[in-house]
T-cell receptor, first 112, second 114 residues
Framework: GAGVSQSPSNKVTEKGKDVELRCDPISGHTALYWYRQSLGQGLEFLIYFQGNSAPDKSGLPSDRFSAERTGGSVSTLTIQRTQQEDSAVYLC??????????FGPGTRLTVL | AQSVTQPDIHITVSEGASLELRCNYSYGATPYLFWYVQSPGQGLQLLLKYFSGDTLVQGIKGFEAEFKRSQSSFNLRKPSVHWSDAAEYFCAVAPTSGTYKYIFGTGTRLKVLA
């Protein structure tokens, strides 16, 4: 079956611009996560959505980062006024409301 | 604080040799434990997981891992490495309830010599 998909696969932007990253989870998965993978810093949790509950935003690094999940399916991670330190691979994962997370291929963001 | 340590940043082995990747965690209780593999330019693929029960778990691609509560470890092993195993390996822990958000180790990059 179809896995988690993310778009775009690569995004190059200029400092100060806003970007939107998209995640399509596996159909039927109620939980969705965003992680950031930075060079030399490993993977860090950003935000978690579960059904209609309020998202867990505890990992968002600043108020320039926001995310939404429409209709309990597709999610968009938005970074406003991008900075060079935002350059990373952004990974999305979904889970069938249990424990095991299934990851997408990621979006590589480069901020010039 | 909760943490996961993968003490080996890089490991190089010859094809056909055995492999052990180390993972230690610091957690208030026994968490869920995972190993993922990431090939270049790819997302993370689940190799295996431990929730409870038998402390030796089998995964895909011939990998296994053993949970040792007394050592807070969950080391990954493979008896004979193939060149295609070259990748980065991540250990992760998650709470057994709540958000299940993972805490990842920093990864071990495996190089396989022909």
């Amino acid at each position: 079956g179809a896995g988690v998909s993310q778009s775009p696969s690569n995004k190059v932007t200029e400092k100060g611009k806003d970007v939107e990253l998209r995640c399509d989870p596996i159909s039927g998965h109620t939980a969705l996560y965003w992680y950031r993978q930075s060079l030399g810093q490993g993977l860090e949790f950003l935000i978690y959505f579960q059904g209609n509950s309020a998202p867990d935003k505890s990992g968002l690094p600043s108020d320039r980062f926001s995310a939404e999940r429409t209709g309990g399916s597709v999610s968009t991670l938005t970074i406003q006024r991008t900075q060079q330190e935002d350059s990373a691979v952004y990974l999305c994962a979904s889970s069938p409301s249990s424990d095991t997370q299934y990851f997408g291929p990621g979006t590589r963001l480069t901020v010039l | 604080a909760q943490s996961v340590t993968q003490p080996d940043i890089h490991i190089t082995v010859s094809e056909g040799a055995s492999l052990e990747l180390r993972c230690n965690y610091s957690y208030g209780a026994t968490p869920y434990l995972f190993w993922y593999v990431q090939s270049p330019g790819q997302g993370l693929q689940l190799l295996l997981k431990y929730f409870s029960g038998d402390t030796l778990v089998q995964g895909i691609k011939g990998f296994e891992a053993e949970f040792k509560r007394s050592q807070s470890s969950f080391n990954l092993r493979k008896p004979s490495v193939h060149w295609s195993d070259a990748a980065e390996y991540f250990c992760a822990v998650a709470p057994t309830s709540g958000t299940y958000k993972y805490i990842f180790g920093t990864g071990t990059r495996l190089k396989v010599l022909a």
